[in-house]
C-alpha cells in the first residue's frame, strides 16, 4: 500500500495536508487494483476482495504513515527549533523499517477484522494462525510494503532535490536583485553629488535649491526602496523629483512631460525600476545636446500588458550608445525583469524615428492585480 513519505523540506499545515490526501486516494486507487488482479485469478468475488483490499491497505497506510511521526520526532528531538530537520517528518531508514513492521501487523490485524464485520468472512490473521503462517503472511505483508515505500520514498527525494534547487535559484535571483538594487541607488547619488560639488562653485544659490531637493529626494526613495513594488503614481513622484534635481543643474536645457492614467496610478510595478533610462536619457541623449531637449515618461495598457516608455529627444542612438544594452542601467533593468516576470517581461531600446530625434525606451510587463486594501 502506497504511503507518500514527507522528506525534510519545511511544509504549511496546508501542505501536509494536501499531501496526505493524496496518499489516501492513492491508496484506494492500489486497493481497487488488488482486488481487481485477485478477482482476476479466481479468488472469490470481487465485492469480498475489494472490502478485504480497501480495509487491509488502508488501516496498513495509516499504521505506517503515522506511526512514522512520532518516531520522526523523536528522532530529530535534539534539533534546533525551526531547521529543516527539526520540521522533518522522516525518521530515517532504520526507524522507517520499524514503522513498516509494526504498521503492516497492526494494520493487516485491525483491517482484517474490520472487512471480516462487514463481509463475514475473513482470514485467520496472525493470531489465529501458527507461527509459521503468521511469518508467512508478515513476509508476504512487508515485501510489496517495503518495495512501494522505497518506490514513493526516491519520488519524493527526486521532488524534494528539485524543490531545494527551485528554492536556491529564488534566493540567488533575490540576492542578486538586492545587490543590484543598492548598485543602483550610489549609481545616482555619485552623479549627483558631482554636480553640486560644481554648483557649489560656480552658483551657490542654485546649490542650496539642489541640496534641499536632493534630501527630499532621498528620503522618498529610501522609503521606497524598502519596499519591492509601490504604486506606478510613486514610481513617477520619485522621476518627478529626481528631474527636479537635474533642472536645477541644466536649466531649460530640460524639459519634462508626465502621462499617468489615472485608472493606472495604483498598478504595482518594481520600485525605481525606470530611474536608470532617465538617468541614460540625461546623460547619453541631452547632455551630449548643447540646445538640451525633453524627457517624456507615459504609461498605457495594452490588453494585459503595462507599457512604460522613458524617450528623450536628444542625440539618439549611436555606436557610443548602441542598443545593446550593456551598460549597467539598462542591465540593470533587464535583470530586475527577468527575475520578477521571466519571458513575460520585456524592454527595447531604439531610434524614436519621428522628427523629433532622441531615444525610445519601452518596457512590458503584465498588469499585476491591486491587491484589496487591508
Request: hydrophobic share 45%.
Amino acid at each position: 500500500m502506497p504511503h507518500v513519505l514527507d522528506l525534510p523540506t519545511p511544509a504549511t499545515v496546508a501542505d501536509r495536508r494536501a499531501r496526505f490526501a493524496v496518499r489516501g486516494l492513492r491508496t484506494l486507487i492500489s486497493c481497487v487494483v488488488i482486488a481487481v488482479l485477485i478477482t482476476g485469478v479466481g479468488h472469490g468475488s470481487f465485492w469480498i476482495n475489494l472490502v478485504h483490499s480497501v480495509c487491509i491497505g488502508t488501516c496498513c497506510w495509516l499504521a505506517i504513515d503515522l506511526g512514522r511521526i512520532p518516531l520522526a520526532r523523536w528522532q530529530h528531538r535534539n534539533a534546533a527549533p525551526d531547521t529543516t530537520e527539526a520540521q522533518s517528518q522522516w525518521p530515517g531508514w532504520p526507524l522507517m523499517l520499524v514503522a513498516v513492521v509494526i504498521g503492516t501487523i497492526i494494520g493487516f490485524s485491525v483491517g482484517n477484522e474490520l472487512a471480516r464485520w462487514i463481509t463475514g468472512i475473513g482470514s485467520p490473521g496472525f493470531y489465529r494462525s501458527s507461527w509459521q503462517q503468521a511469518l508467512a503472511l508478515l513476509i508476504g505483508s512487508l515485501v510489496p510494503g517495503l518495495v512501494i515505500t522505497y518506490y514513493f520514498y526516491s519520488r519524493e527525494t527526486i521532488a524534494g532535490k528539485e524543490a531545494a534547487i527551485q528554492t536556491a535559484q529564488r534566493q540567488a535571483a533575490e540576492h542578486q536583485l538586492k545587490l543590484l538594487e543598492s548598485q543602483l541607488e550610489p549609481h545616482m547619488l555619485f552623479n549627483t553629488l558631482a554636480n553640486l560639488r560644481v554648483l557649489i562653485g560656480i552658483d551657490p544659490p542654485r546649490a542650496q535649491q539642489m541640496l534641499d531637493l536632493l534630501i527630499a529626494f532621498l528620503r522618498a526613495t529610501l522609503n521606497a526602496s524598502r519596499a519591492s513594488q509601490h504604486p506606478l503614481s510613486a514610481e513617477f513622484a520619485r522621476l518627478a523629483d529626481y528631474l527636479a534635481l537635474m533642472k536645477v543643474r541644466m536649466g531649460e536645457r530640460l524639459q519634462t512631460q508626465f502621462d499617468l492614467p489615472t485608472d493606472l496610478g495604483a498598478a504595482p510595478v518594481p520600485a525605481l525600476l525606470l530611474q536608470p533610462l532617465v538617468e541614460n536619457c540625461i546623460k547619453h541623449g541631452l547632455e551630449p545636446n548643447v540646445a538640451g531637449g525633453c524627457i517624456r515618461v507615459s504609461a498605457a495598457r495594452q490588453g494585459n500588458e503595462l507599457v512604460l516608455q522613458v524617450r528623450d529627444t536628444g542625440a539618439g542612438l549611436s555606436d557610443a550608445h548602441d542598443s545593446d544594452g550593456t551598460r549597467f542601467g539598462l542591465v540593470q533593468v533587464r535583470e530586475r525583469l527577468a527575475t520578477l516576470y521571466g519571458e513575460r517581461a520585456s524592454l527595447t531600446l531604439q531610434n524614436a524615428g519621428d522628427a523629433d530625434g532622441g531615444t525610445l525606451a519601452t518596457i512590458r510587463l503584465p498588469i499585476t492585480p491591486v491587491p484589496p486594501p487591508s
